[in-house]
């Protein structure tokens, strides 16, 4: 039934657990991740919505008709270039790149808190119960307009940890 949440890690929990992120049609597979930057997508809910479906200036993403569909991402025209992170307004966005180096991985996720981390600071990652997984180093934070108050934080982080880590704790 449309609407309806058949994911017992979000009943459970209220955020989906691994194994439904990767049946989800916004989560690329493992034969993309050495592509580079990619675009994960954790939509799960058949809600109205689709800012990054728009936003996309690679139309690499697909919603369609009817609106509450759940977006699909066609990896291999993904270019990981995060336009879509911010569109979002449930936040569930981010781009990973796992071929950032031998041994780490990036992302570039969304975080509305304050204070804003600071480029070369140590921080705290978590996954999606806010649980700590590892350490990683900022690399950048892009706070501008055209992101509607939504700054973008990218780290870097140890590669073991690439499926794990979604955010960082609050400083």
């Given amino acids: 039934m449309p609407g309806h949440c058949e994911h017992p890690g979000v009943k459970l929990s209220g955020a989906p657990n691994r194994e439904e992120l990767k049946k989800s049609p916004g989560y690329p597979s493992q034969e993309f991740w050495s ?11 058949e809600i109205p919505c689709n800012p990054c479906e728009t936003s996309c200036p690679q139309g690499a993403i697909a919603v369609g008709k009817p609106i509450t569909n759940l977006p699909v991402l066609d990896a291999g025209k993904c270019l990981g270039c995060g336009v879509c992170i911010a ?4 936040l569930a966005i981010y781009v990973k790149n796992y071929t950032y180096s031998e ?3 990036t992302i570039t996720f969304p975080f ?3 204070p804003l981390p600071q480029q070369g600071q140590e921080v705290v990652l978590v996954n999606e119960m806010g649980e700590a997984v590892c350490r990683g180093e900022v690399l950048r934070v892009v706070d501008i307009p055209r992101n509607n108050r939504t ?8 590669r073991e940890f690439f499926e794990e880590v979604k955010s960082m704790q609050r400083l």
């Fill in 35 to 45: 592509k580079g930057p990619l675009a994960f997508i954790e939509c799960v809910e």
């Fill in 87 to 90: 569109a979002c307004p449930g």
């Fill in 103 to 105: 041994t780490e991985a």
């Fill in 112 to 114: 509305e808190y304050w």
């Fill in 151 to 158: 700054p973008l934080i990218t780290v870097k982080y140890p």
